[in-house]
């Protein structure tokens, strides 16, 4: 029998992967343990699906670690994560750096703590110039802010007069979008069980596959990627064409 790493195409592998790593807490909870066990756990997770996309050569993996709407959470829970943010990007820049994967972020960072804000700043400087794996963390982001935001940045420059109404286009937007720089997601996966997009990379994810798996995040591994992406080149991707101008181009 193949090796499951045997039976992905490597000539058909997502350019860019997106995972709202979700079902930490529930997880915690069938242990018996507080939401930021769940959390602390996932921090694994995050390692082993990382350095899995490095070994597949995966050009964008990006994460949706804090939402916009996290910040309602209860404080406690939100401090503990802002902590375990912090301590991460600490421990793990090096070895980010040593694998040759840049980090970079996208959302409201200013929010978030200076010391996280600090953590983060200097592990982009150490990374800037890797050319592996670009891994994109999502972080105070929501899809409506980010188009809301959009918006806003366009409107400033039809009043300063940079741009006229009518040149207002599909390409203008995105290059005032936080993923200006990043192709759109081929594939987008959630975990947890939940059957949502729960705001995260609402423009960019019009044409990407949506794969759902029961298994929350703190157990999500190596195996359980390489299945949603077996599972992504089982399918035809159309957009909006037929299956037989498909096979014809």
Known sequence: MLEQNEQIDTNRLPRHIAIIMDGNGRWANEQGKDRLYGHFHGVESVRNI?????ELKIGYLTLYAFSTENWDRPEEEVAGLMELLVSTIR?????????????????????????????LHEAFEITKNNTGLNLVMALSYSGRWELLNAVKKIAKQVQA??????????????????????PDPELM????GEY?????????????????TDVHWPEFRKNNLIAAIIDY?????????????????
């Open 91 to 119: 421990n793990e820049v090096e070895t980010l750096h040593k694998n040759n994967i840049r980090l970079s972020v996208i959302g409201e960072i200013e929010k978030l703590p200076k010391q996280a804000c600090k953590e």
């Open 161 to 182: 007069g940079s741009v006229d109404v009518e040149n207002i286009n599909m390409d203008l937007l995105q290059t005032n979008l936080e993923t200006a720089s990043i």
């Open 233 to 249: 080149q089982q399918r035809e991707r159309r957009f909006g064409k037929t299956g037989l101008q498909v096979s014809q181009s």
């Open 189 to 192: 996966i959630r975990t947890g």
């Open 50 to 54: 990382v350095e899995t996309c490095a």
């Open 196 to 212: 949502r997009v729960s705001n995260f990379l609402l423009y960019q994810i019009a044409y990407s596959e949506l794969y759902f």
